[in-house]
C-alpha cells in the first residue's frame, strides 16, 4: 500500500519483546516494505538477526547513550526524535507501559491520529481496518482510521508472529541526542520479579484471588508456574489483602491480559477481574464454590479446594511422561 513503517521496540533483560515481533507481523501486512525498527539503547547481534528474520529492511537506534529511558521525559524526547527523523505514516508501539505512557502524547505534539490497544489488523483495497476492545472487552470496534498520519498500540499475544518469507537486510542507523531539560527526576528504581516471565507477554498465566488465604500460597501457585513456564498474577482482592505484590494485578485496574492459558485459583469472577483477562484462549478454573461467576467464562473447572488440587498438579508434572 506503499505506507512508510516505524516499529518502536521493546526490550527486557537483553531480548526483544514478543510484541515488537508482534508488531512487524502486522506491518508486513500494511506494507511489504519500507519498514523500519526503533531501538532505545543497544541492540545486539541476536536482536538484529531476530530483526531480519521478521522483515525489518532498517534499524534506528540511540547507541552508546548514556540515557535513563525509564523516566518518561527521557522516552518522550528520544521517541519524538526518532519520530520525526523517519518520518513515517504509521507508528507502531506495544500497548506497554511505555506505550501508554507515552504515545498520546507523542502524537499529540505532531499531530497524528491515535488508535489504541488494537488487537486485530486487517487490510483491503479499501484501507487499513484496526480491531480493538471497549467497554472493559465486553464489545469490540473496528476503526477505519482517516489520518494521514497515525499512531497504533497493539495489545501483546493477539496478533501470531510470523517470521517473513525471507530475512531482509535489517541496515543500521544509529542517531544520537542530548539528554533533554526533564521536569520529571528519577532518583532510584527498583525492578521486581526481575527473574520472571513479563505477565503481559506470559503464554501460561497462574493467577490468584481471595480464596489463596494467604501469602504462602502465592508460593503454590508460583511452583505451578515454574512447570509450566508461565508466569504469577492475582485478583485486585489478592493484592488488597496482602498475599502480593500489586506488580502481578490483573483487572480493570490492573494488567490486561490474553494468554493462551489462564488458570484461575480461588478467584471468583468478579466484572472488575474479567475485564483483564476474559479473552485469553483458555481458562482453567479452581474454585470450591461451585457457583462462582468465573466458572461461567472458564472453558474448563475444578470444583474443590486449591490446596488439594494444585499440589497434585504440580506433583503430575514434576514426573516424567512414558508412551
Do not use: W
Not at 515481533?21 to 545486539?44: F, Q, W
Not at 513515517?88 to 501508554?100: A, E
Not at 509450566?228 to 490486561?256: E, H, M, P
Request: glycine letters at 8%; a positive charge.
Amino acid at each position: 500500500m506503499g505506507k512508510k513503517i516505524l516499529i518502536i521496540a521493546e526490550k527486557r533483560q537483553g531480548q526483544l519483546k514478543n510484541v515488537t515481533l508482534e508488531a512487524l507481523t502486522a506491518a508486513r501486512k500494511i506494507a511489504s516494505s519500507d519498514i523500519t525498527v526503533g531501538i532505545i539503547g543497544e541492540a545486539n547481534q541476536g536482536m538484529i538477526e531476530t530483526l531480519r528474520k521478521y522483515g525489518t529492511q532498517n534499524v534506528c537506534r540511540f547507541a552508546g547513550q548514556d540515557l535513563n529511558t525509564s523516566n518518561p521525559d527521557v522516552a518522550f524526547h528520544i521517541l519524538l526524535k526518532l519520530i520525526e527523523t523517519a518520518d513515517p505514516d504509521i507508528v507502531l508501539f506495544g500497548h506497554s507501559l511505555m506505550g501508554k505512557e507515552t504515545v498520546p502524547r507523542l502524537a499529540s505534539r505532531l499531530k497524528m491520529g491515535l488508535v489504541s490497544d488494537v488487537t486485530k489488523v486487517d487490510v483491503n483495497d479499501d484501507g487499513i481496518f484496526l480491531t480493538r476492545p471497549i467497554y472493559s472487552g465486553k464489545a469490540y470496534e473496528t476503526v477505519k482510521p482517516l489520518s494521514k498520519k497515525l499512531v497504533v498500540t497493539l495489545r501483546p499475544n493477539n496478533i501470531r508472529a510470523i517470521p517473513a518469507s525471507r530475512p531482509a537486510k535489517a541496515e543500521i542507523t544509529d542517531l544520537s541526542i542530548e539528554a533533554p531539560d526533564m521536569r520529571i527526576h528519577i532518583l532510584r528504581s527498583n525492578e521486581r520479579n526481575k527473574d520472571t516471565v513479563d505477565l503481559t507477554e506470559a503464554k501460561i498465566i497462574v493467577a490468584g484471588g481471595r480464596g489463596v488465604q494467604r501469602a504462602e500460597g502465592f508460593k503454590l501457585l508460583k511452583a505451578l508456574a515454574d512447570r509450566l513456564g508461565g508466569a504469577v498474577g492475582a485478583s485486585r482482592a489478592a493484592c488488597d489483602a496482602g498475599y502480593c505484590d500489586y506488580a502481578l494485578q490483573i483487572g480493570q485496574t490492573g494488567k490486561v491480559v490474553t494468554p493462551d492459558i489462564y488458570i484461575a485459583c480461588g478467584i471468583s469472577g468478579a466484572i472488575q477481574h474479567l475485564a483483564g483477562m476474559s479473552h485469553s484462549k483458555r481458562i482453567i478454573a479452581i474454585n470450591k464454590d461451585p457457583d462462582a461467576p468465573i466458572f461461567d467464562v472458564a472453558d474448563y473447572g475444578f470444583v474443590g479446594d486449591l490446596y488439594d488440587i494444585i499440589p497434585k498438579l504440580v506433583d503430575k508434572l514434576s514426573k516424567p511422561t512414558t508412551v
